[in-house]
């Protein structure tokens, strides 16, 4: 088992930044492909950003590009997210999770085997 810890949300205002972490332990950090994913209430969850093994590589959802970074820190058995000029649409719980495929197709809730218990994310107006 992978236990995924996040940390790091809360409330900001519209045009502010976060940056979320999440901790990893229990197997090789850097076995897998480490995605974000968030779920606004009443909506399925969606993909957020998805970083490779070695993190050398990431990839983006189109309403975050430009203004969320992932990055990751083997060393550490960790990832984050940088959350910058956030709007009230980005409101939502966010969860990291492990995935054994290439960062590539790691871009559906299916192909994630390991998930954090999430964090909350609230933007005001």
């Known amino acids: 088992q992978l236990q995924l810890v996040e940390s790091g949300g809360g409330l900001v205002q519209a045009g502010g930044s976060l940056i979320l972490s999440c901790a990893a332990s229990?197997?090789?950090?850097?076995?897998?492909?480490m995605g974000w994913f968030r779920q606004a209430s009443g909506k399925e969850r969606e993909f957020v950003a998805v970083?490779?093994?070695?993190?050398?590589?990431?990839n983006y959802a189109g309403s975050v590009k430009g203004r969320f970074t992932i990055s990751r820190d083997n060393a550490k058995n960790t990832v984050y997210l940088q959350m910058n000029s956030l709007k009230p649409e980005d409101t939502a719980v966010y969860y990291c999770?492990?995935?054994?495929?290439?960062?590539?197709?790691?871009?559906?809730?299916?192909?994630?085997?390991?998930w954090g218990q999430g964090t909350q994310v609230t933007v005001s107006s």
């Open positions: 999770a492990a995935s054994n495929y290439v960062f590539t197709a790691a871009t559906t809730v299916a192909r994630y085997d390991y």
């Open positions: 229990g197997r090789t950090f850097n076995n897998y492909a």
């Open positions: 970083i490779s093994r070695s993190g050398g590589s990431t």
